[in-house]
């Protein structure tokens, strides 16, 4: 194709020019960047329902955290006062004033029952916590070398088919039994062997992965095998992970309330210590708000903390990243 220079009003050398060749300059692929975390937070946030469920946590937290921190709750208060017990949200507002603190009416001790459901929601909260932190923490990092060693395994299967045959529930009901019903003797009951199930499921995982290829090779390459465990397969399972935290942490508070209505439970004011307490006012006419306060807030809890888990443990999987 002829170019007719002078039209155009530049030189040959401004149209054109001389690209030397690099070896190592061909072998780069031009990508844009990625980061992992930005795709999972893009990919969560796509579905306006998450943003409507984590609203709805945020606000469950604060209520449990902030509201008793700032409101001084006084069971006993009332106490002396037979006619603030048992009182409807209507004649409990009437008695004390239209204000946030009546809006589910008394209990059996002239109490607030919203003051109480918050302070018992925040020990329940807590507790579902810190058992979710304990097994998942321990559970992964003794699955992630169970899955890799041999003589390992050998032991853990021993362990896991004695303890593994023993109802989870029966077993943390003697523990309480055996001890005094507190917060930490809870969190002992609960994460005594609840890690072992968790690591018997990632152990299962490592091995299905441990195997494939980029793993041999890694091997060949002399990485060890904590790296390789850490870098390549770990990473790899944070989706699992992520839902497994999912199921977990709503487990620990359906736990402690069933517990707690079978009069095992926390000696603490809890979400179950409620249920347990107001277990005559479901059948009262007039009392029914404070047995199913309580009941209405734990199940929110656990609905809200399982869907949020599993919504995020889609969008961690980096299937969905495309």
Known sequence: MNYDLEKLGMTEEELFSRVDHSDVESEKIAAPKY???????????KKKINIVILVLLAVVIAFSYLYPALVEYDKFANLMNSAAKHLSPAKAMEM???????????????????????????????????????????GVVVGAIWGFSKRFDTIMIAIYNVIGNIPYLLLIAVLVMLFAPSFWTMVFALTVT???????????????????????ASKCLGTSTVKIAMKNILPFMTSVIVTQLAVEIPSYISYEVFLAYLGMGLSDMSLGRMIYE?????????WEFEFWS????????????YVVGQNLGDASDPRTHM
Request: charged share 10%.
């Open 96 to 138: 004390f004033g239209h204000n946030i603190h009546w809006i589910l009416g008394s209990g059996a001790a002239g109490q607030s029952t919203f003051d109480a459901v918050w302070n018992g929601a925040r020990i329940s909260i807590s507790l579902a916590f810190v058992c979710g932190a304990i097994n998942m923490t321990v």
């Open 35 to 45: 980061s992992y975390w930005q795709s999972v937070f893009r990919v969560f946030f």
């Open 278 to 286: 107001a277990e005559s006012a479901m059948v009262t006419p007039g």
């Open 194 to 216: 609840g890690w072992l199930y968790i690591a018997y499921f990632i152990r299962t995982q490592v091995i299905i992965i441990r195997d494939r290829e980029y793993n041999l």
């Open 294 to 305: 309580p009941v209405a807030v734990a199940a929110i809890i656990a609905v809200v903390l």
